[in-house]
Each structure stands twice: as structure tokens, then as C-alpha cells.
């Protein structure tokens, strides 16, 4: 008696050989791309990737979004609706806070979704096709408004603590599995409150500790906030806005008082208007009906942060939630030209039918020529100089970390006076010494500890 044991159909065979596109690949921190026109079966493992630009970890662009005057006070609402992030617990090991996600494949929603899908787009649109999935990839983003104390007082000013982004939802579950976002991206929608720093050091790879981040920092960036602006950068990188290292300058733009003026939309179009024109952050913008326009301040720095995620979707991101989206000011409409995406709004009262829309804001920038910004030399000062060595603590990979900038805390506020008069981006290059990082002992949260009496 013969057996006929199961058989393997070629389908089967196709299906075994390609078991590994199942697979999570990690390459470098980043959820590995795929080599193109490979139908998403071989892992992009050899040669630089095309993002984030081998050569260009950090990029700033002066004027990338161009920002209609009557619709960035309804931004501004609707960013602080969505605002959510709050300060870290001290039990805790990072801050918490909800961020949203927007798959490049839908259609956004709101003004926000489409700011966020906006900005995908215009970092991925040169990439090669076949190197990421569409439906695993997609916009996280989330915005953050910081009070700033109206007498420039350094000390009250909201700052941000220096940290990773990462997919933390995913860090719980594995620890130390530390998986970046190709680009982190903030764009200004403010032009008040202290600097973005972004360092060139990155994250720790699994056959790391933190311990590989101790010692002197040599190189970072240092960007101001101004309307319209946005940077780019390795997603792998610790940045922050630390105010008690780079504070914000105070008066960073030439406040004029309280103006009234004949609004005209292409006049006041924020790319167009002149420097004694040009609207600073804490301005709101009050149209009345004889279409007159009025500033008023209200000193908060607002940014918009989109993360860039190919080939995986961070676990705690979710869409933004439809009864939230009902609630946000910001008239949305979507057209795209062969040149440029425009965000557009609702038509005013009494406009000719023709001319049914009015521009929210605009992409202007062309991502692959960003702005040329100078080198800045900071270095260690003599015991002399410094009274006391500037610090700050946190929690990364779990432990605690300690940055310390040991050069003249004057010369360090002159650079962020440099930047915070026009609202530009420098790279700075620190000597021996002169900006350390000491990793510390390894830390738990109360999840942890528990863990741990369940274990034993």
C-alpha cells in the first residue's frame, strides 16, 4: 500500500520563499525600505538609503509654508484643541501625550490632517517607487503651543526636554527596541519662545546602551521659530527646545502696536509681505466687516510636528477623532496644481462666485534645496568665565542623562539672539568640552517595577 503524503503546490512554494516579506525588518533604527521594483519582497539592506539624505541630517527651510493672515488665528485654535501633550510625571520615564496619524492613502479630513499629509508628501514625492508600502506609512502628528512670559522673564518660559521620537507604544511592549521615524519635522506657526536644538547624536542601536551616548557633543543645530518656517531632520536624532541652554530672545522681532489696514489677501499673503508689514507669531488676526484686518499679541509658541513613517505605524497614533475634527475652525478644501498644493478655504462674504476660495496656506519650499545656514564655534570657558555649568536632566533608553553645556552661558544667548532677531537656523560646532552628555544609572517606571514583582 502506497501513502501519498501532502504535497506543495508551486502557489505554496512562492509563499514559503516569500515568508520573510512578512517579516519586520529594522534597519539602523528605521523600519527597513524596500529595494525598488522588488514588489516589496527584498529589504533595502545595502548602500545609503535615499531618506533621510545621507549627506543632510539637518535642513531648515525660511519660508516653506506660505500662511493667508485671516486663517492663522483659526490655526491657532485649532491647534490648541488638538494640543494634549502634558509634563512628564516623575514616575514615569517619558511624557505622555496622544499624537495623531494620518495613512498617506486617505484623504484628509481637516486643515491639520491635510498640513500633515502636506508635508509627507513633500518629503517622499522624490523617492523611487516600490521602496515603501502606502497603506503602512503614513503622517503622526500633533502640535504644541508653549506659554512665554510676556515680561521675557527666561526662567517662566515653557521649554521643551531634550528626547528621541520614537514609536514608545511599541519601546513598552520591547524595551529597548528603539524604532525612529525616517524624518522628524516641525513648522512654525509662531514666531515667539525659545529655539529647537537638534543634536548630531543618535539614538543608541540594540547592540547598544546608552552608555554609547556619554561624552562631548560635537555638532547640532539650532533653530528659531518663525511663521512659515520648517526643518527636517534624521529622525534618529536627539533634539529638544531646552530654554536654559539657548533661551529665547527677547523682543525677537520689532513688535509695533496694534495696527488697522484695507485687507488684501494677496497683499497680506505671509511669504509677500514686507519686514515692517510681516505679522510675528504672538499676533492674532481679527477681520472686521469694513475688511479692515487688526493684530493683537498673545505670546505662545505654536509648531506643528509631523513625524514621516515609512513601512510601519507607530502603535499609540491614531486618527484624529471625527467628533474632534468637527470641532476645528479651519475651512477645508483640497486642490492640487502641477506645481504646487494649495490648502484652501471657504469663500468670504460678498466674493465674486468665480472666485469661490480663499488660500489657507500653501507649500512654497522645494525640499531638496534647503537654505544655506552658517557655523557657529562654541567653545569650553575657563572657570573664570562660567559661574556655574548649565544642566539639564532627563530619562532616555531608561536611564537618567544629564546634558551640560559648559561654555559662557553669554556666549550661548548670543547665539540665540542671532538666530531669534530674523527667525533663521544655525549649525554650531562645539570644541572639546564645551557640551557633554553623562549617562547615568539606569532608571524604572512604576510599570516596570511592578513587572519586576511579578516576575519574582
Known amino acids: 500500500m502506497s501513502f ?11 509563499n514559503e520563499n516569500n515568508n520573510h516579506e512578512k517579516d519586520f525588518v529594522i534597519r539602523e533604527g528605521f523600519p527597513a525600505l524596500y529595494v525598488p521594483e522588488s514588489n516589496f519582497s527584498q529589504p533595502w539592506l545595502d548602500d545609503d538609503e535615499p531618506i533621510p539624505p545621507p549627506l543632510l541630517p539637518f535642513a531648515s527651510f525660511q519660508n516653506a509654508v506660505d500662511i493667508t493672515p485671516q486663517h492663522l488665528s483659526t490655526l491657532w485654535k485649532d491647534c490648541e484643541l488638538v494640543f494634549t501633550a502634558r509634563t512628564k510625571e516623575t514616575h514615569e520615564a517619558y511624557s505622555s501625550g496622544a499624537t495623531f496619524f494620518i495613512p498617506c492613502v486617505m484623504k484628509p479630513r481637516c486643515a491639520l490632517e491635510g498640513l500633515a499629509k502636506l508635508i509627507f508628501d513633500q518629503h517622499t514625492q522624490h523617492l523611487p517607487l516600490g521602496i515603501f508600502k502606502p ?14 512670559d510676556e515680561n521675557d522673564d527666561e526662567q517662566d518660559n515653557d521649554d521643551v526636554g531634550m528626547h528621541f521620537d520614537a514609536d514608545y507604544g511599541l519601546e513598552e511592549q520591547v524595551k529597548n527596541l528603539m524604532i525612529h521615524p525616517r524624518l522628524s519635522t516641525v513648522t512654525y506657526l509662531t514666531d515667539v519662545g525659545v529655539p529647537t536644538l537638534v543634536l548630531d547624536e543618535k539614538s543608541p542601536t540594540n547592540n547598544n546602551t546608552a552608555s554609547s551616548l556619554n561624552g562631548n557633543v560635537e555638532r547640532s543645530w539650532l533653530s528659531s521659530p518663525s511663521i512659515g518656517k ?6 534618529r536624532l536627539l533634539h ?114 468665480d472666485d469661490n476660495n480663499t488660500v489657507v496656506f500653501q507649500w512654497i519650499a522645494t525640499t531638496t534645496v534647503p537654505d544655506d545656514i552658517p557655523t557657529v564655534t562654541l567653545e569650553a570657558a575657563t572657570n573664570n568665565k562660567v559661574k556655574k555649568m548649565i544642566c539639564e536632566e532627563t530619562t532616555l533608553c ?43 544609572d539606569e532608571c524604572y517606571s512604576e510599570d516596570d517595577e511592578e513587572d519586576d514583582e511579578t516576575r519574582s
Request: charged content about 25%; overall charge negative; hydrophobic content about 35%.
Open 230 to 235: 520648517h526643518i527636517s531632520f534624521d529622525g
Open 4 to 14: 501519498d503524503g501532502p504535497t506543495t503546490t508551486s502557489k505554496e512554494k512562492d
Open 240 to 353: 529638544g527646545a531646552p530654554g536654559a541652554f539657548f533661551p529665547a530672545a527677547s523682543n525677537p522681532r520689532k513688535q509695533q502696536q496694534q495696527q488697522t489696514q484695507p485687507f488684501d489677501a494677496e497683499i497680506h499673503s505671509t511669504s509677500k509681505m514686507n519686514k515692517k508689514s510681516k505679522m510675528t507669531e504672538d499676533k492674532q488676526i481679527i477681520i472686521s466687516e469694513d475688511n479692515s484686518v487688526t493684530f493683537t499679541t498673545s505670546n505662545k509658541r505654536i509648531t506643528f510636528l509631523v513625524n514621516i513613517w515609512l513601512n510601519h505605524c507607530p502603535l499609540d497614533a491614531e486618527l484624529l477623532d471625527q467628533d474632534v475634527c468637527d470641532q476645528l475652525q479651519t475651512p477645508w478644501n483640497s486642490t492640487t496644481t502641477e506645481d504646487v498644493v494649495s490648502l484652501l478655504g471657504d469663500k468670504r462674504k460678498k466674493q465674486d462666485q
Open 135 to 148: 497603506e503602512c506609512s503614513g503622517a503622526e502628528w500633533w502640535a504644541l503651543i508653549l506659554e512665554q
Open 398 to 440: 531608561h536611564h537618567n542623562v544629564t546634558f551640560a553645556l559648559l561654555c559662557s552661558s553669554a556666549a550661548s544667548k548670543e547665539v540665540a539672539t542671532k538666530v531669534g532677531v530674523d527667525g533663521s537656523s544655525v549649525q554650531i560646532q562645539f570644541q572639546k568640552d564645551a557640551f557633554q552628555i553623562i549617562v547615568g
